[in-house]
C-alpha cells in the first residue's frame, strides 16, 4: 500500500466494497453471478463457491466461540434473496442451530429499536470506554 501505485481512496475501495466477489468478478450483483454460473463461466462458480465456503466458515468459527449455545442463525441482508446461496448456505451451517431468512437490509431499523429501548428504559446503556480497568 505503500508502493505509490494506488491513492487512498483506491485502497479504501479494496477494502469496502471493492473486495470480494465485486474484486474477483467485477459485480456484487449475486443475480448476475448467479446467471453467470449458468452460462458456464467457471470463474464465478468458483468464486461464488469460494464466498459460500468463507460464510459458513465464519458462522462456524462464530459458534465454536460461543461454545455452540446457538438459538438460531438468522440469514439476512440482500444475500438473503438468493434462493441458491441460502440452499448452499444452509446445507452447510444447519447443524450448528436452525437457519431463519430475512431478506432485506434491516440493520438501521434493529439500531432504532434498540436505541429506543436503551432510550426508554427497558434496556441498559452500555458505556464502553478506550481506559481498561481491572
Not at 477494502?15 to 463461466?41: F, K, P
Request: hydrophobic letters at 40%; a negative charge.
Amino acid at each position: 500500500c505503500f508502493s505509490g501505485e494506488y491513492t487512498l481512496s483506491q485502497l479504501l475501495h479494496m477494502q469496502i466494497g471493492g473486495g470480494g466477489l465485486a474484486g474477483y468478478l467485477g459485480t456484487s450483483d449475486l443475480q448476475e453471478v448467479e446467471r453467470r454460473m449458468n452460462g458456464g463461466d467457471s470463474d464465478a462458480e468458483f468464486y461464488y463457491n469460494g464466498m459460500i465456503y468463507q460464510l459458513a466458515k465464519d458462522i462456524g468459527g462464530m459458534a465454536a466461540a460461543n461454545s455452540f449455545n446457538i438459538d438460531a442463525i438468522v440469514l439476512t441482508g440482500g444475500m438473503a434473496y438468493s434462493q441458491l446461496l441460502v440452499k448452499l448456505l444452509t446445507e452447510k451451517i444447519e447443524k450448528i442451530a436452525p437457519v431463519i431468512v430475512k431478506a432485506g437490509s434491516h440493520e438501521m431499523q434493529a439500531l432504532a429499536c434498540g436505541a429506543l429501548s436503551a432510550f426508554l428504559g427497558k434496556e441498559p446503556i452500555h458505556l464502553f470506554s478506550e481506559n481498561k480497568t481491572k
